[in-house]
Protein backbone atom coordinates (compact mmCIF):
# COMPACT_ATOMS: atom_id res chain seq x y z
CA UNK A 1 0.00 0.00 0.00
CA UNK A 2 1.60 3.58 -1.39
CA UNK A 3 -0.04 6.67 -0.79
CA UNK A 4 0.83 9.52 -3.52
CA UNK A 5 0.68 13.05 -2.63
CA UNK A 6 0.95 15.87 -5.68
CA UNK A 7 3.06 18.59 -5.43
CA UNK A 8 1.36 21.50 -7.69
CA UNK A 9 1.75 25.03 -8.07
CA UNK A 10 2.25 28.55 -10.08
CA UNK A 11 5.85 27.68 -11.91
CA UNK A 12 6.48 23.91 -11.85
CA UNK A 13 5.60 21.28 -13.37
CA UNK A 14 3.82 19.06 -11.15
CA UNK A 15 4.95 15.99 -9.27
CA UNK A 16 4.07 13.43 -6.47
CA UNK A 17 5.63 12.66 -3.43
CA UNK A 18 5.11 8.62 -2.55
CA UNK A 19 4.78 7.14 1.07
CA UNK A 20 5.01 3.62 1.54
CA UNK A 21 6.92 0.75 2.40
CA UNK A 22 9.21 -1.19 -0.01
CA UNK A 23 9.66 1.94 -2.40
CA UNK A 24 13.60 1.32 -2.47
CA UNK A 25 12.84 -2.38 -4.39
CA UNK A 26 10.05 -0.48 -6.36
CA UNK A 27 12.61 2.65 -7.69
CA UNK A 28 13.24 1.00 -11.11
CA UNK A 29 10.25 1.26 -12.05
CA UNK A 30 9.09 4.14 -10.64
CA UNK A 31 12.18 5.72 -12.16
CA UNK A 32 11.94 3.87 -15.66
CA UNK A 33 8.18 5.17 -15.88
CA UNK A 34 10.14 8.57 -16.44
CA UNK A 35 11.37 7.40 -19.11
CA UNK A 36 15.09 8.33 -18.53
CA UNK A 37 17.92 7.54 -20.88
CA UNK A 38 20.06 6.31 -17.87
CA UNK A 39 19.95 6.78 -14.27
CA UNK A 40 22.82 7.73 -11.99
CA UNK A 41 22.52 7.58 -7.87
CA UNK A 42 23.88 9.87 -5.69
CA UNK A 43 24.29 8.88 -2.46
CA UNK A 44 26.25 9.16 0.94
CA UNK A 45 28.79 6.37 2.35
CA UNK A 46 26.74 5.19 4.99
CA UNK A 47 23.16 4.95 3.31
CA UNK A 48 25.48 3.71 0.00
CA UNK A 49 26.18 0.30 2.24
CA UNK A 50 22.53 -0.08 3.67
CA UNK A 51 20.53 0.69 0.75
CA UNK A 52 22.53 1.32 -2.35
CA UNK A 53 22.80 -2.14 -4.15
CA UNK A 54 18.79 -2.41 -3.51
CA UNK A 55 18.45 0.69 -5.50
CA UNK A 56 20.95 -0.23 -8.12
CA UNK A 57 19.63 -3.73 -8.68
CA UNK A 58 16.05 -2.13 -8.95
CA UNK A 59 16.81 0.00 -11.85
CA UNK A 60 19.29 -2.53 -13.45
CA UNK A 61 16.18 -4.62 -13.27
CA UNK A 62 14.10 -2.47 -15.06
CA UNK A 63 17.36 -2.41 -18.26
CA UNK A 64 18.51 1.04 -17.06
CA UNK A 65 22.03 1.18 -17.26
CA UNK A 66 22.82 2.69 -14.14
CA UNK A 67 25.86 3.51 -11.49
CA UNK A 68 26.54 5.38 -8.37
CA UNK A 69 28.46 7.98 -6.60
CA UNK A 70 29.14 8.86 -3.29
CA UNK A 71 30.01 11.61 -1.12
CA UNK A 72 31.18 10.82 2.62
CA UNK A 73 27.98 11.37 5.13
CA UNK A 74 27.93 14.37 6.67
CA UNK A 75 26.74 18.53 6.63
CA UNK A 76 30.63 18.76 4.91
CA UNK A 77 29.64 17.49 1.76
CA UNK A 78 27.67 20.12 1.22
CA UNK A 79 30.45 21.82 -0.62
CA UNK A 80 31.89 23.26 -3.89
CA UNK A 81 34.23 20.32 -3.59
CA UNK A 82 31.74 17.60 -3.33
CA UNK A 83 29.52 19.44 -5.75
CA UNK A 84 32.52 19.47 -8.53
CA UNK A 85 33.58 15.76 -7.94
CA UNK A 86 29.67 14.78 -8.46
CA UNK A 87 29.25 16.62 -11.34
CA UNK A 88 32.86 15.74 -12.78
CA UNK A 89 31.54 11.87 -12.21
CA UNK A 90 28.42 12.58 -14.25
CA UNK A 91 30.52 14.00 -16.97
CA UNK A 92 32.85 10.91 -16.65
CA UNK A 93 29.51 8.48 -17.14
CA UNK A 94 28.88 10.17 -20.19
CA UNK A 95 25.23 10.87 -18.89
CA UNK A 96 23.03 13.25 -21.15
CA UNK A 97 20.24 16.17 -20.99
CA UNK A 98 17.92 12.89 -20.65
CA UNK A 99 19.69 11.37 -18.31
CA UNK A 100 17.95 11.23 -14.59
CA UNK A 101 19.92 11.66 -11.13
CA UNK A 102 18.61 9.11 -8.03
CA UNK A 103 19.10 11.00 -4.62
CA UNK A 104 19.26 8.48 -2.30
CA UNK A 105 20.44 9.59 1.63
CA UNK A 106 19.34 12.27 3.84
CA UNK A 107 18.77 16.10 3.28
CA UNK A 108 22.92 16.22 2.44
CA UNK A 109 22.41 14.30 -0.27
CA UNK A 110 19.15 15.67 -1.59
CA UNK A 111 20.26 18.88 -1.63
CA UNK A 112 23.69 18.35 -3.35
CA UNK A 113 22.65 15.59 -5.55
CA UNK A 114 19.20 18.23 -6.79
CA UNK A 115 22.28 21.27 -7.33
CA UNK A 116 24.09 18.76 -9.60
CA UNK A 117 21.30 17.93 -11.22
CA UNK A 118 19.97 21.86 -12.06
CA UNK A 119 23.58 22.95 -13.28
CA UNK A 120 24.41 19.68 -15.40
CA UNK A 121 23.96 20.82 -18.74
CA UNK A 122 21.86 23.74 -17.07
CA UNK A 123 19.45 21.39 -15.91
CA UNK A 124 18.47 17.89 -15.60
CA UNK A 125 15.98 15.78 -13.90
CA UNK A 126 16.26 13.84 -10.45
CA UNK A 127 14.58 11.86 -8.11
CA UNK A 128 14.46 12.04 -4.48
CA UNK A 129 15.32 8.69 -2.44
CA UNK A 130 14.66 10.17 0.82
CA UNK A 131 15.76 7.76 3.82
CA UNK A 132 15.55 9.76 6.91
CA UNK A 133 12.74 10.89 8.21
CA UNK A 134 13.79 14.83 7.99
CA UNK A 135 14.17 14.34 4.68
CA UNK A 136 11.15 12.58 3.83
CA UNK A 137 9.13 15.25 5.21
CA UNK A 138 10.97 18.28 4.84
CA UNK A 139 14.06 18.30 2.49
CA UNK A 140 12.65 16.24 -0.84
CA UNK A 141 9.91 18.25 -1.06
CA UNK A 142 9.91 21.75 -2.69
CA UNK A 143 12.73 22.07 -4.70
CA UNK A 144 15.05 23.77 -2.76
CA UNK A 145 18.99 22.78 -3.49
CA UNK A 146 21.95 23.84 -1.66
CA UNK A 147 25.43 23.54 -0.61
CA UNK A 148 27.17 25.24 2.11
CA UNK A 149 30.49 27.97 2.13
CA UNK A 150 32.61 28.71 5.05
CA UNK A 151 30.15 32.02 4.95
CA UNK A 152 27.27 30.25 5.88
CA UNK A 153 24.96 27.51 4.96
CA UNK A 154 22.77 27.12 2.02
CA UNK A 155 24.18 30.35 0.80
CA UNK A 156 24.74 28.88 -2.78
CA UNK A 157 21.71 26.96 -4.50
CA UNK A 158 19.18 26.76 -6.54
CA UNK A 159 15.07 25.82 -7.37
CA UNK A 160 15.02 22.59 -8.82
CA UNK A 161 12.04 20.86 -8.09
CA UNK A 162 12.28 16.49 -8.75
CA UNK A 163 10.22 15.01 -11.01
CA UNK A 164 9.54 12.50 -8.17
CA UNK A 165 9.51 11.75 -4.18
CA UNK A 166 9.85 7.92 -3.33
CA UNK A 167 9.45 8.07 0.41
CA UNK A 168 10.16 4.27 2.14
CA UNK A 169 9.13 4.09 5.52
CA UNK A 170 11.36 1.01 5.70
CA UNK A 171 14.17 2.91 4.84
CA UNK A 172 13.92 4.62 8.19
CA UNK A 173 14.48 1.17 10.27
CA UNK A 174 18.28 1.46 10.10
CA UNK A 175 17.97 5.34 11.05
CA UNK A 176 19.77 6.23 14.80
CA UNK A 177 17.21 7.04 16.87
CA UNK A 178 18.85 10.47 17.65
CA UNK A 179 17.98 11.00 14.01
CA UNK A 180 14.38 9.96 13.65
CA UNK A 181 13.24 12.21 16.61
CA UNK A 182 15.52 14.84 15.42
CA UNK A 183 13.06 14.30 12.08
CA UNK A 184 10.10 14.17 13.70
CA UNK A 185 10.25 18.10 15.30
CA UNK A 186 10.15 18.95 11.61
CA UNK A 187 6.78 16.54 11.77
CA UNK A 188 5.42 18.08 15.08
CA UNK A 189 6.27 21.81 13.33
CA UNK A 190 3.98 21.16 10.63
CA UNK A 191 0.97 20.72 12.78
CA UNK A 192 1.99 23.55 14.77
CA UNK A 193 2.04 25.56 11.53
CA UNK A 194 -1.77 24.66 10.48
CA UNK A 195 -3.25 21.39 11.84
CA UNK A 196 -3.37 21.21 15.66
CA UNK A 197 -5.40 18.35 15.66
CA UNK A 198 -2.38 16.45 13.83
CA UNK A 199 -0.43 17.89 16.45
CA UNK A 200 -2.51 16.51 19.28
CA UNK A 201 -2.45 12.84 17.59
CA UNK A 202 1.80 13.57 17.38
CA UNK A 203 1.76 14.30 21.02
CA UNK A 204 -0.35 11.35 22.06
CA UNK A 205 -1.68 7.96 19.75
CA UNK A 206 0.90 9.06 16.95
CA UNK A 207 4.20 9.63 19.76
CA UNK A 208 5.30 5.97 18.63
CA UNK A 209 6.43 7.27 15.57
CA UNK A 210 9.40 9.14 17.00
CA UNK A 211 10.70 6.27 18.97
CA UNK A 212 10.68 4.51 15.23
CA UNK A 213 7.41 2.93 15.15
CA UNK A 214 6.80 2.66 11.51
CA UNK A 215 2.51 3.00 11.36
CA UNK A 216 2.83 5.91 13.15
CA UNK A 217 6.11 7.40 11.20
CA UNK A 218 3.77 6.40 7.96
CA UNK A 219 0.84 8.63 9.19
CA UNK A 220 3.02 11.66 10.29
CA UNK A 221 4.93 11.04 7.13
CA UNK A 222 2.02 11.68 4.67
CA UNK A 223 0.36 13.95 6.97
CA UNK A 224 3.58 16.13 7.19
CA UNK A 225 4.48 15.98 3.58
CA UNK A 226 0.55 16.87 2.77
CA UNK A 227 1.45 20.10 4.78
CA UNK A 228 4.50 21.03 3.29
CA UNK A 229 3.03 20.38 -0.35
CA UNK A 230 0.42 22.48 0.10
CA UNK A 231 2.26 25.34 1.43
CA UNK A 232 5.51 25.23 -1.53
CA UNK A 233 2.48 24.81 -3.48
CA UNK A 234 0.68 27.92 -2.98
CA UNK A 235 4.50 29.72 -2.32
CA UNK A 236 7.25 28.21 -4.38
CA UNK A 237 9.68 30.92 -3.76
CA UNK A 238 8.97 31.97 -0.39
CA UNK A 239 6.90 35.25 -0.77
CA UNK A 240 5.03 34.86 2.23
CA UNK A 241 3.35 31.44 3.21
CA UNK A 242 6.48 29.28 3.06
CA UNK A 243 8.39 31.44 5.11
CA UNK A 244 5.90 29.99 7.90
CA UNK A 245 7.64 26.56 7.66
CA UNK A 246 10.84 28.51 9.60
CA UNK A 247 8.55 28.18 12.70
CA UNK A 248 11.14 27.92 15.79
CA UNK A 249 13.98 27.91 13.23
CA UNK A 250 14.56 31.51 14.07
CA UNK A 251 15.31 30.65 17.71
CA UNK A 252 16.92 27.25 16.77
CA UNK A 253 19.34 28.67 14.22
CA UNK A 254 20.63 30.93 16.55
CA UNK A 255 20.94 28.27 19.12
CA UNK A 256 22.81 25.72 16.62
CA UNK A 257 25.10 28.55 15.65
CA UNK A 258 25.94 29.50 19.16
CA UNK A 259 27.21 25.92 19.44
CA UNK A 260 29.06 25.84 16.41
CA UNK A 261 26.32 23.41 14.87
CA UNK A 262 28.24 20.62 16.96
CA UNK A 263 26.95 17.61 18.26
CA UNK A 264 24.87 18.98 21.23
CA UNK A 265 22.26 20.19 19.66
CA UNK A 266 20.80 18.37 16.22
CA UNK A 267 19.36 20.78 13.88
CA UNK A 268 15.87 19.24 14.50
CA UNK A 269 16.59 19.54 18.52
CA UNK A 270 17.08 22.70 18.27
CA UNK A 271 13.78 23.58 16.14
CA UNK A 272 11.84 21.70 18.93
CA UNK A 273 13.07 24.00 21.37
CA UNK A 274 12.87 27.09 19.20
CA UNK A 275 9.36 26.36 18.73
CA UNK A 276 8.85 25.59 22.17
CA UNK A 277 10.45 29.00 22.70
CA UNK A 278 8.24 30.95 19.78
CA UNK A 279 5.16 29.80 21.41
CA UNK A 280 5.89 30.64 25.12
CA UNK A 281 7.17 34.50 23.44
CA UNK A 282 3.90 34.31 21.75
CA UNK A 283 1.74 33.82 24.99
CA UNK A 284 4.07 35.97 26.86
CA UNK A 285 3.46 38.93 24.46
CA UNK A 286 -0.61 38.14 24.82
CA UNK A 287 -0.63 36.90 21.44
CA UNK A 288 -1.93 33.45 22.18
CA UNK A 289 -2.82 32.09 25.69
CA UNK A 290 -0.42 30.32 27.93
CA UNK A 291 -2.58 26.90 27.50
CA UNK A 292 -1.86 26.92 23.44
CA UNK A 293 2.37 27.62 25.00
CA UNK A 294 1.92 24.50 27.04
CA UNK A 295 0.27 22.27 24.52
CA UNK A 296 2.53 23.22 22.68
CA UNK A 297 5.28 22.33 24.54
CA UNK A 298 3.68 18.77 26.00
CA UNK A 299 3.21 17.47 22.70
CA UNK A 300 7.15 18.14 22.26
CA UNK A 301 8.16 17.01 25.09
CA UNK A 302 5.77 13.83 24.37
CA UNK A 303 8.51 12.75 21.92
CA UNK A 304 11.69 13.22 24.42
CA UNK A 305 13.06 16.48 22.39
CA UNK A 306 13.96 19.40 24.20
CA UNK A 307 11.76 22.35 24.82
CA UNK A 308 13.80 24.53 27.40
CA UNK A 309 17.54 26.12 27.25
CA UNK A 310 17.95 24.29 30.88
CA UNK A 311 17.86 21.04 28.80
CA UNK A 312 20.92 22.17 26.98
CA UNK A 313 24.25 22.20 28.63
CA UNK A 314 25.43 25.22 27.49
CA UNK A 315 24.69 28.70 28.83
CA UNK A 316 23.63 30.96 26.41
CA UNK A 317 24.24 34.84 26.23
CA UNK A 318 21.00 36.54 24.96
CA UNK A 319 23.08 39.60 23.42
CA UNK A 320 24.54 36.65 20.95
CA UNK A 321 21.44 34.91 20.34
CA UNK A 322 19.99 38.34 19.58
CA UNK A 323 22.68 39.14 17.15
CA UNK A 324 22.60 35.26 15.90
CA UNK A 325 18.96 36.21 15.09
CA UNK A 326 19.07 39.62 13.33
CA UNK A 327 21.60 37.70 10.76
CA UNK A 328 23.35 40.04 8.08
CA UNK A 329 20.42 42.64 8.76
CA UNK A 330 22.14 43.80 11.46
CA UNK A 331 18.50 43.83 13.14
CA UNK A 332 17.49 46.72 11.34
CA UNK A 333 16.56 49.78 13.95
CA UNK A 334 16.09 46.93 16.22
CA UNK A 335 13.51 44.54 14.67
CA UNK A 336 13.08 40.69 14.43
CA UNK A 337 10.97 38.69 12.03
CA UNK A 338 9.79 35.60 13.60
CA UNK A 339 7.23 33.29 13.17
CA UNK A 340 4.51 33.80 16.06
CA UNK A 341 1.42 31.93 17.19
CA UNK A 342 -2.36 32.71 17.78
CA UNK A 343 -2.78 28.99 18.73
CA UNK A 344 -1.40 25.32 18.64
CA UNK A 345 -2.37 25.41 14.52
CA UNK A 346 -2.58 28.96 13.51
CA UNK A 347 1.01 30.66 13.05
CA UNK A 348 1.69 34.00 11.48
CA UNK A 349 4.91 35.80 10.30
CA UNK A 350 5.76 39.27 12.20
CA UNK A 351 8.33 41.57 10.59
CA UNK A 352 8.83 44.09 13.36
CA UNK A 353 9.24 42.54 16.42
CA UNK A 354 11.34 44.23 19.03
CA UNK A 355 14.60 42.87 19.50
CA UNK A 356 14.49 44.76 23.52
CA UNK A 357 11.65 42.33 24.11
CA UNK A 358 12.94 39.24 22.31
CA UNK A 359 16.47 40.10 24.58
CA UNK A 360 14.29 40.32 27.77
CA UNK A 361 12.49 37.11 27.37
CA UNK A 362 15.75 34.82 26.59
CA UNK A 363 16.81 36.49 29.73
CA UNK A 364 13.76 35.26 31.42
CA UNK A 365 14.21 31.61 29.56
CA UNK A 366 17.17 31.41 31.22
CA UNK A 367 19.78 33.43 28.68
CA UNK A 368 22.45 35.32 30.60
N1 LIG B 1 16.18 21.59 0.80
C1 LIG B 1 15.42 21.84 1.83
O1 LIG B 1 14.31 22.37 1.71
C2 LIG B 1 15.91 21.46 3.18
C3 LIG B 1 15.04 21.48 4.26
C4 LIG B 1 15.51 21.05 5.51
C5 LIG B 1 16.83 20.64 5.64
N2 LIG B 1 17.65 20.65 4.56
C6 LIG B 1 19.03 20.18 4.69
O2 LIG B 1 19.02 18.82 5.07
C7 LIG B 1 20.26 18.51 5.70
C8 LIG B 1 20.01 17.62 6.89
O3 LIG B 1 19.41 16.42 6.44
P1 LIG B 1 19.46 15.09 7.31
O4 LIG B 1 19.07 15.40 8.69
O5 LIG B 1 18.70 14.07 6.56
O6 LIG B 1 21.02 14.79 7.39
P2 LIG B 1 21.97 13.77 6.60
O7 LIG B 1 21.65 13.72 5.17
O8 LIG B 1 23.35 14.16 6.98
O9 LIG B 1 21.63 12.37 7.25
C9 LIG B 1 21.91 12.17 8.62
C10 LIG B 1 22.79 10.94 8.85
O10 LIG B 1 22.00 9.77 8.69
C11 LIG B 1 22.62 8.87 7.80
N3 LIG B 1 21.53 8.14 7.16
C12 LIG B 1 20.66 8.60 6.23
N4 LIG B 1 19.72 7.70 5.96
C13 LIG B 1 19.99 6.63 6.74
C14 LIG B 1 19.34 5.38 6.92
N5 LIG B 1 18.20 5.08 6.29
N6 LIG B 1 19.90 4.50 7.79
C15 LIG B 1 21.03 4.84 8.47
N7 LIG B 1 21.65 6.00 8.37
C16 LIG B 1 21.14 6.89 7.49
C17 LIG B 1 23.44 9.72 6.90
O11 LIG B 1 24.51 8.99 6.34
C18 LIG B 1 23.93 10.81 7.85
O12 LIG B 1 25.06 10.35 8.55
C19 LIG B 1 20.91 19.83 6.05
O13 LIG B 1 22.00 20.06 5.20
C20 LIG B 1 19.83 20.86 5.76
O14 LIG B 1 20.33 22.10 5.33
C21 LIG B 1 17.21 21.04 3.35
ZN1 LIG C 1 14.49 22.55 9.74
Redesign the pocket.
Same mark, same amino acid.
Given at each position: MTTTIPVAGGAFAPYEVVVGRGLLKAAGAEVAALKPTRAFIVS?E??AA??GETVRASLAAEGLATGLVTVP???AS?SFEQLEAVLDRLLAEGLDRKSMVVAL???????LA?LAAALFMRGIDFVQVP !??L??QV? $?SV?G???IDTPRG??LIGAFHQPRRVLADIE??A !???MR?VR $??WA?VLKHGLICDAAFFDWLGNEGAAGAQGDPDALERAVIRSVEIKAQIVGEDEKEAGRRALLNLGHTFGHALEAELAFGETLT??EAVALGCAMAFRYSAQQGLCAASEAERAEAGIRAAGLPTRLSDVEHTFAADALIARMAGDKKAEGGRLTLILARAVGDVFTDKNVDAEAVRAFLIEEGAA
Open positions: DTVIHAGEKGGGVVGDG !TTLAD $SGKTAKNAL !TLPQ $SGEHG
